[in-house]
């Protein structure tokens, strides 16, 4: 089952900017968002339906806002020793 912006129903219904098809992993608190995004919503940085407020200039926090809870992939290898 999913809500009605895509995101499964049990999960945060923030959506990352990222290429806007990563939400947050993290589990409901309240509103449809877990407890990062929902008290963010509450400084209205995040929208009713779960995208970043375009009035949110602080490039700091729609940093922390977008990547809270998306697994970032690990730096590929670049030693020019290791073949």
Request: proline share 8%; net charge negative; glycine share 8%.
């Amino acid at each position: 089952m999913t809500s009605e912006n895509g995101a499964p129903a049990d999960r945060c219904r923030f959506l990352s900017s990222l290429g806007g098809v990563h939400h947050c992993p993290d589990p409901v608190y309240r509103e449809g968002f877990c407890h990062f995004h929902f008290e963010a919503f509450l400084r209205e940085e995040v929208l009713a339906n779960g995208q970043l407020s375009e009035r949110l200039t602080d490039q700091h926090r729609r940093r922390a806002l977008n990547y809270h809870g998306i697994p970032l992939e690990p730096a590929p290898n670049h030693d020019p020793f290791h073949r």
